[in-house]
Every structure is written in C-alpha cells, then in structure tokens.
C-alpha cells in the first residue's frame, strides 16, 4: 500500500528556514500529484502546496505564495517543501498527500487518499 513518510520538521525562529521532505513508497510515484497540507492546534487542515506528476508545474495557498517552494525528485519518490521567512503563524503539523493524476492546482483534504503523519513546525517569534 501507499507509505508516506515526513521529516525535516523542528522548531525555528522567525525568518527561519525547514525543509520538509516527503518520502513515497507503494506507488508509481510519477503519476501522482503531490501535496502538501498543514493543520494547526484547533483548526482545520489546510492546503499549502501542490505539484503536478512531472514537477512542472506548482500551485501554492497565497499565504504561503513567494516563501515556499515545493518540488520533487521523481528518481528519489521524494518531494520536497522548502519553507523560507517563516512566520509563527506557520507553526502546524506538515502533511504529505498523494493522488493519482497530473495537474497542479487547489486541492481540498477530501481529494486525497493517502497521507503521511506529518511533521510539527514550530516558528517561535
């Protein structure tokens, strides 16, 4: 089955920098979008990134737009989250997400099928 595992999340200061990887077994992985998503204490999980099956092309949530950059390393079945100029209110657990297909676009938790545990960011200020 679809394993997703996540790491490189830690506890950073403000303007800091993480990178988050994801790495992804049980699947082709180059015929999946890839996502990423983040949930933070009493709220909801929320969209940050997305990147279509070859890596071309990228989607990101506008309060991330222009400090994350999402990408993947399709010989590896890794993707990637690189997080600069973080902000606390970036603190949340770092979800990977996997689905079947190809575009790069806004994607809801319902359109995903498999996830990963995820990995606690913590920006302090």
């Known amino acids: 089955q679809v394993q997703l595992v996540e790491s490189g999340g830690g506890l950073v200061q403000a303007g800091g920098s993480l990178r988050l990887s994801c790495a992804a077994s049980?699947?082709?992985?180059?015929?999946?979008?890839m996502g990423w998503f983040r949930q933070a204490p009493g709220k909801e999980r929320e969209f940050v990134a997305s990147?279509?099956?070859?890596?071309?092309?990228?989607y990101y949530a506008d309060s991330v737009k222009g400090r994350f950059t999402v990408s993947r390393d399709n010989a590896k079945n890794t993707v990637y989250l690189q997080m600069n100029s973080l902000k606390p209110e970036d603190t949340a657990v770092y979800y990977c997400?996997?689905?079947?297909?190809?575009?790069?676009?806004?994607?809801?938790?319902?359109?995903?099928?498999?996830w990963g545990q995820g990995t606690q960011v913590t920006v302090s200020s």
């Open positions: 990147i279509s099956s070859s890596g071309g092309s990228t």
């Open positions: 049980g699947l082709t992985f180059s015929s999946y979008i």
């Open positions: 997400a996997a689905k079947w297909g190809v575009r790069a676009t806004y994607y809801s938790v319902a359109d995903f099928g498999s």
